[in-house]
């Protein structure tokens, strides 16, 4: 027969091992948020980059680095690092900038670059319009320049006296 004693013990280490386990079984069951950390970049953004670009222009339209290189200023990594809190699975994407001197002269990392990249800003061309004619869009005018609501004169000509 089992004395109150060892009862006590047996109960409090079942109770233990129930307790710890529960983390892991009603995983599940506990909200965790995603961690998104870093520049994220779309692919848009990238696609507009192209060869001797000032760093000046290459912030403008990518943002400030994560990490600027301290003894020279002419390597700029962006990065990505992305956990998602639902099922854990990470998303890690890097950029990153070479610059000589001013003047971007190359790009590595795990975004694909334009097919006109190695073309000069100046030399590329900008996108243009299937229209052949552009018609400025004048709002309609209204037909008649009568008021849209009608006041009785009598009422407003009326003043109450104040109390």
């Avoid at 996108?127 to 309609?140: A, C, D, H, R, Y």
Wanted: hydrophobic fraction near 35%; proline fraction near 7%.
């Amino acid at each position: 027969m089992i004395n109150k004693k060892q009862s006590l013990t047996l109960l409090s280490a079942v109770a233990l091992s129930v307790s710890l386990s529960a983390c892991s079984v009603f995983d599940w069951l506990i909200y965790k948020p995603d961690i998104p950390q870093g520049n994220y970049m779309e692919p848009q953004q990238v696609e507009k980059l192209r060869i001797d670009m000032t760093k000046e222009q290459a912030e403008y339209i990518l943002g400030r680095p994560v990490l600027r290189d301290s003894f020279a200023n002419d390597t700029w990594y962006y990065v990505y690092h992305y956990k998602s809190g639902r099922d854990a699975s990470i998303v890690h994407k890097e950029l990153i900038l070479h610059f000589t001197g001013d003047k971007l002269t190359a790009v590595n990392g795990d975004y694909e670059l334009n097919k006109e990249f190695n073309t000069p800003l100046e030399q590329s061309s900008l996108p243009t319009s299937n229209k052949t004619e552009l018609v400025p869009q004048i709002p309609l005018q209204r037909p008649d320049e009568k008021p849209l609501v009608q006041e009785n004169e009598t009422e407003a000509q009326i003043t109450k006296p104040i109390k």
